[in-house]
């Protein structure tokens, strides 16, 4: 088969990690005789240096053309770095914003599993992480807050500053069939997260959610506040198979729930639409303070080239394989920094790369 990427390497970590992913890839069409075609595309921090702009529509265009993206990660240290002085639509955010909304990937997949060898890496209590938990966050990505209407005025000498969070029913309602579709396939549950007790947009999530559930009677629902699910991942994360939510509180419960398993560098996802088109990312971002240092992790990005294996390609044991690699190599004893424990043996992310595509 024919596989055509794009790639995004994006800022600081994210070449690095990129270009591990695309090794275990490689050792992936080599032993499965496929034949991966890549093109690179430039966004955020490094399309800003180039092209004055964090992406441009000749870089939409190659990702339409291609059958999926690998991204990296994209961005540079907020407090310091020349691109946020920028205004907000020029800054390198806005390139990823851009890309989710063109190609309409709306649902956002970011599977959080304890890898049992993690345990010792996770921050919870040991009786927590020995039960391990393997829940998937649904994070709606193309509404909600981060596409609302958004401006700052001054009036009267006083700044005010406006953000608009908007839901449609149909918003709502294809979100909420992918979380349940998912749901049918793992342990059918989905806990449904928002903040009905204030806002009218989650009171529509909910009402919205509800209806979809009818078609859904072999998955049991249930509506948690989003306060309370903070609460519950460090409490008992084993109770989630998927959690269902919005942009920005899938956004900050995914960062959360990463952390739970060992390390944000851990946390894969899948950008999707309604086609067999994606976009495949790590959850965090491209971690300034390592960066060209070899020191990054770059097993979420393995296990989000995993995703889009299973996802875009239909490569079922291709997919298995990359994740049979990873458990492997941390059975081994590999790690890197971020979810180093005592008696393993710490690799850089480069030679973390060599040893899972060694083991494809
Ligand atoms: P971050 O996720 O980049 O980093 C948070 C912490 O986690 C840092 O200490 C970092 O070193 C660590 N970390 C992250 N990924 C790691 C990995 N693979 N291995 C080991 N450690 C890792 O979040 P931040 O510092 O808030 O943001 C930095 C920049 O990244 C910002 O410009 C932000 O906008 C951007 N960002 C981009 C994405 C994305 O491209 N999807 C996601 C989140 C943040
Ligand atoms: C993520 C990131 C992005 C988001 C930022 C960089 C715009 O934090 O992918 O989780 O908030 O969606
Ligand atoms: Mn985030």
């Given at each position: 088969m024919k596989l055509e990427i794009a790639c995004i390497p994006g800022d600081g970590i994210g070449p690095e990690i990129v270009a591990q992913a695309n090794k275990v890839l490689d050792q992936v069409a080599k032993k499965f005789g496929h034949e991966i075609e890549r093109k690179e595309i430039l966004m955020g921090g490094a399309s800003i240096d180039v092209?004055?702009?964090?992406?441009?529509d000749e870089a939409i265009a190659t990702a339409k053309a291609a059958d999926a993206v690998l991204m990296g990660s994209i961005g540079g240290d907020t407090n310091t770095s020349p691109w946020y002085k920028l205004p907000p639509e020029k800054r390198p955010e806005a390139g990823l914003l851009k890309i989710r909304k063109a190609l309409n990937l709306f649902a956002n997949l970011r599977p959080a599993y304890l890898y049992p060898e993690l345990a010792g890496a996770c921050p919870l209590k040991e009786e927590i992480s020995r039960a391990g938990f393997d829940m998937l966050i649904m994070r709606e990505l193309t509404g909600g807050l981060y596409f609302g209407e958004r401006h700052t005025t001054t009036e009267n000498g006083v700044r005010k500053a406006v953000d608009t969070l908007t839901y449609t029913e149909e918003e709502i309602r294809r979100i909420a069939i992918k979380a349940f579709d998912v749901a049918r396939k793992r342990k059918g549950k989905v806990t449904s997260v928002d903040k009905a007790n204030v806002l009218d947009s989650s009171r529509l999530w909910r009402s919205v959610v509800e209806e979809v559930a009818k078609d859904y009677p072999d998955v049991e629902l249930s509506h948690m506040l989003v306060d309370n699910c903070a609460m519950q991942l460090v409490k008992d994360p084993a109770q989630f198979d998927v959690i269902l939510t919005e942009n920005m509180f899938g956004d900050i419960l995914s960062d959360e729930a990463s952390m739970v398993t060992g390390?944000?560098?851990?946390l894969s996802s899948a950008s999707l639409n309604d086609t067999k088109f994606g976009l495949y990312e790590p959850s965090h971002g491209s971690a300034p303070d390592i960066a060209?240092?070899?020191?990054?992790?770059?097993i979420a990005t393995v296990l989000s080239a995993a995703m889009m294996l299973r996802y875009t390609f239909d490569l079922d044991k291709e997919a298995e394989a990359v994740e049979e690699a990873v458990r492997k190599v941390l059975a081994e004893g590999y790690r890197t920094g971020d979810i180093m424990s005592e008696g393993c043996t710490l690799v850089g992310c480069s030679k973390m790369g060599d040893l899972l595509a060694e083991r494809i």
């Open positions: 092209h004055g702009v964090p992406l441009t390390s944000i560098g851990m060209g240092k070899d020191l990054a992790n770059p």
